[in-house]
């Protein structure tokens, strides 16, 4: 039809008072995508994110391994995204401090905890908890896993981990084993140790790694389970020994030092492992970005250089691999705990 004289024709477009014009596709579309963010608010937050820096809470201190962990791959997730990623430090209680800051968060992707052993093993140490591993965090993805070692004093009395075991099974309750404080990741290792050989022998707590170290090369103990990275200064000096490494193969850099396992304790493993989680009801869309980037980060040559250096392997993986870790993890030192009848807190 051919428009009056004088008058303009818009073909498919709706008048509005102002007397400007919009078509009707555009105007339609920008209903459905007004009705698609109501109806699917994480979907808008998801295609918003990130929107600000993000935040990793890490429950431990400045300056170990889990902390320089999170650093590497802050830096390198942080590069993915397009936006900054700090490190926040909140040790205290056991990991309780970090893990009810991020369990209370925004569940929008921009507060993460940095996950480890120790969130597992909280659910079995600590009578009541301000919030629960399995519910009130959502996985993204496993970061790494680092070794735990059997270590001896050099020149003591036990050259290898089978000569430490035999005297063990000798003489049960003789052999003194340090570890770091009552609960943590090798004072339980040392425990599953002890059920797993079928030996006895006494777990001395000490306050800190220093103290452990004080306490092996001055002949106090016999020896003692720490974790290896930050070990490995001593073991280049030669002031301790590393008898056998505890996880499921042998340690990088150290392909002499065999494993718990090859040293005939028949399917031994334990090993650290830190882990990103977000709080529970994040959006999947989101989980899933950074689950991406987070696997891109650990599979580039720069961050897997870093997490060497620090005696970690890379892991990466889906967010189901994370939760079924956990879960694990949470049974097996669960059962040590009550095996072992570690005191609940």
Known sequence: MASQAGQPHF????QNENGKG????????????????????GLAAAQAFPSRPLRIVVPFGAGGIADLTARAVAKALGE??????VVENKPGAGGIVAG????????????????????????????SLPFDPRKDFAPIVTLGFF??????????RFPSMKDLLAYA???????????????????LAAELLKTSAGVDFQVV??????????ALRGGQVDAAVEILGP???????????????MGSQRAAGLADVPTVAESGVRGFDAASWNALAAPARTPPQVIARLNREANQALAGPGLRRQLAELNVRPAGGTPEQLGDLLASEIRRWSEVIVRAKVPRQ
Do not use: Y
């Open 11 to 14: 073909v498919g477009t709706r």
């Open 22 to 41: 919009r078509t009707t596709m555009t105007h339609r579309r920008d209903l459905l995508a007004a009705a698609a963010a109501a109806a699917f608010p």
């Open 80 to 85: 993915g995204l397009r936006q900054g990623v």
């Open 100 to 127: 009810e800051t991020v369990a209370r968060a925004e569940p929008d992707g921009h507060t993460l905890l940095l996950m480890s052993n120790g969130t597992a093993v909280s659910a079995g140490l600590f009578r």
């Open 147 to 156: 070794d735990i070692a059997v270590l001896a004093a050099a020149g003591g």
């Open 169 to 187: 099974r000798a003489n049960p309750g003789r052999l003194n084993v340090a570890s770091i404080n009552i609960g943590s990741t090798q004072h």
């Open 205 to 214: 707590p000490f306050n800190g790694s220093p103290a452990v170290l004080t």
């Open 231 to 245: 070990m490995m200064g001593q073991i280049a000096s030669r002031t301790v020994v590393p008898l056998a490494v």
